[in-house]
């Protein structure tokens, strides 16, 4: 496997053609591994705090943490549930994503904002992918923490035309044991390996080709990334 970072990609605005910007490093039975942040700035999922006004839960949250409360009632607004409020803000998307402070971010964002989640990533990286010359799959990439371990490690948020998991359930392991659980997270492990190939969070390469993984690239864009999200009775935490 390979994953090579895109330099030179310039600063992605509001309206911005991604598929223009990047066709000419794309080719079929590539994996594009794309930051979501520069998906989000060009579908102007970006938010002014002087636009927002926080309400009570907002600003009762925003004292107990020491938060912006502006900041706060964006992740409000992005989530279905809060998981946990204990240090910071665990949250269950409208997409289904458990993550820190519902994706919310003020990282990379113009001055005085703080950038969402795409709105659909799956239907995102679907359009990208058709754009795209060769249709190549595209993971749409996100930090997420980890609840059991350190650090942060990119999943994928959005999937078009890679399967999102290899289910290994029912075929045997060298040793001819059955196997009941094994289910490789194939779209999170591309993202988490994409990642290392940027220089690092402010290297300014939010595009990573990996090839090698053709045969986990579909010609269907195939379920997405919902079909990575776990759901509330098979949860053993929540």
């Known amino acids: 496997m390979n994953a090579r970072a895109i330099e030179g990609l310039p600063e992605v605005h509001p309206g911005d053609d991604l598929a223009a910007l990047l066709a000419e490093h ?4 590539q994996v594009v591994v794309i930051a979501h942040k520069v998906v989000s700035k060009a579908e102007g999922r970006i938010r002014a705090l002087a636009g927002i006004e926080p309400g009570a839960e907002a600003e009762a949250l925003a ?8 900041h706060v009632q964006a992740v409000l607004d992005e989530s279905l549930e809060i998981v946990r409020d204990e240090r910071v803000l665990i949250c269950r998307t ?3 994503f458990v993550c820190a402070n519902a994706g919310v971010d003020q990282s990379n964002a113009p001055a005085d904002s703080v950038i969402l989640l795409p709105a659909d990533p799956d239907a995102s990286a679907r359009a990208l992918r058709a754009a795209l010359p060769g249709r190549p799959a595209v993971v ?11 650090g942060q490690c990119d999943v994928a948020i959005g999937i078009a035309g890679l399967a999102p998991v290899d289910d290994w359930h029912g075929r045997v392991d060298r040793s001819g044991r059955r196997l009941h659980a094994t289910a490789i997270a194939i779209a999170d492990e591309a993202a988490a390996a994409a990642d290392l190939a940027r220089a690092g969070k402010d290297a300014g390469e939010p595009v990573v080709i990996v090839s090698g993984l053709e045969r986990f690239v579909t010609d269907e864009d195939g379920p997405g990334a919902a079909a990575l999200v776990r759901g509330r009775d098979d949860d053993l935490f929540l």
């Open 26 to 29: 794309t080719e079929a039975g």
């Open 63 to 70: 004292a107990k943490l020491g938060k912006d409360p502006r």
């Open 94 to 96: 409208r997409h289904g």
């Open 140 to 150: 749409i990439a996100d930090s997420f923490g980890r609840a059991w371990r350190l």
